[in-house]
């Protein structure tokens, strides 16, 4: 996986986070599926010139990498997202597996997970440039800055 569209992103802005997230196909969380994307089968694509949206949340941004409506994909999706100060994810799980690589910036990870110490209470887990985590199938989770 590349490092995406790094260039000015993140670095000049305290508290933003951007993240790859790497997501079974069946993911769907985003409420919209980008109706207006159109397909794109070329092989080599520059991730700057690809359809980017923030579905309506300042700060927030969302780039789908490979996915099942634009790219045909039928295994796993992956994203690229950057939040600004104050963006958070809603509450929310999938019926996939989630591996998230944090390319720059710093945030939380709120897990609620039968695989915790505590199973049923939820735990806020910093994560930072250059870690990565994975969310297991169903655990509820949020990602906020
Ligand atoms: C993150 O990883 C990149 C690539 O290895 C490295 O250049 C950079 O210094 C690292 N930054 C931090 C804060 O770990």
């Keep these: 996986m590349g490092t995406g569209p790094t260039a000015p992103a993140a670095s000049g802005h305290r508290g933003s986070l951007l993240l790859?997230?790497?997501?079974?196909?069946?993911?769907?969380?985003?409420?919209?599926?980008?109706?207006?994307?159109?397909r794109?089968?070329?092989?080599?694509?520059d991730i700057n010139q690809m359809?980017?949206?923030?579905?309506?949340?300042?700060?927030?941004s969302h780039?789908?990498?490979?996915?099942?409506?634009a790219h045909g994909m039928r295994e796993v999706?992956?994203?690229?997202?950057?939040?600004?100060?104050?963006?958070?994810?809603?509450?929310?799980?999938h019926s996939c597996e989630e591996v998230f690589v944090v390319l720059k910036g710093r945030g939380t990870l709120l897990?609620?997970?039968?695989?915790?110490?505590?199973?049923g209470t939820?735990?806020?887990?910093?994560?930072?440039?250059?870690?990565?985590f994975t969310v297991p199938v169903n655990d509820p989770h949020q990602i906020y800055v």
């Design 20 to 38: 790859a997230l790497l997501l079974g196909a069946a993911a769907a969380f985003l409420p919209l599926a980008e109706p207006s994307c159109p």
């Design 122 to 132: 939820p735990q806020e887990i910093p994560v930072f440039q250059n870690s990565t």
């Design 111 to 119: 897990l609620g997970s039968t695989s915790l110490q505590y199973p």
């Design 51 to 60: 359809h980017q949206s923030d579905y309506g949340r300042k700060g927030f």
């Design 40 to 45: 794109d089968n070329s092989l080599v694509k």
């Design 63 to 69: 780039i789908t990498i490979a996915g099942a409506l």
């Design 77 to 93: 999706e992956v994203w690229l997202q950057t939040f600004g100060p104050g963006q958070r994810t809603p509450i929310h799980r």
